[in-house]
């Protein structure tokens, strides 16, 4: 008796297309809570803003071309993709933002070693922050 012959395997498709849905939620989940960060105090906006980008490039050219356009994000995305640079304005603006959130904590934490936790994190977020490289001016 012959055996039947195996077909052959489709290819396998590269992680980008396979996972392509999958990079677009998370650009537009992203995205939505950067802007909801806008205007909520203690949700931050620009990480949101960045993975947005990040996961925009692999599953929605679309949204990226969008991001990249931007006047608001679009400067703030292309420092971060050529250079891992964040701007002084926004190294500020964050440090003053997070200051404030740990003043709320301390004043609404139940206990003080939450507070004192979240300041702690946002202190470690913060020395990165200030650890990372400035554009270079144009």
Do not use: N
Not at 16 to 39: E, Q
Not at 68 to 76: C, E, V, Y
């Amino acid at each position: 008796m012959k055996p039947e012959p195996v077909p052959p395997a489709a290819p396998a498709s590269p992680p980008r297309v396979r996972f392509r849905w999958a990079w677009w939620l998370l650009a537009y989940l992203a995205l939505a809570l950067g802007l909801v960060g806008i205007v909520l105090p203690g949700l931050p906006t620009v990480p949101f803003i960045l993975l947005s980008a990040f996961a925009a490039a692999r599953g929605s050219e679309k949204l990226h071309r969008r991001l990249l356009a931007d006047p608001r994000f679009g400067p703030m995305i292309r420092d971060w993709q050529a250079h891992g640079a964040v701007s002084r304005r926004a190294k500020w603006l964050a440090t003053v933002m997070m200051a404030g959130c740990a003043v709320v904590m301390f004043l609404t934490a139940p206990k003080v070693w939450m507070a004192a936790t979240g300041t702690g994190i946002m202190t470690i977020v913060a020395t990165w922050l200030w650890c990372r490289p400035e554009p270079p001016t144009h």
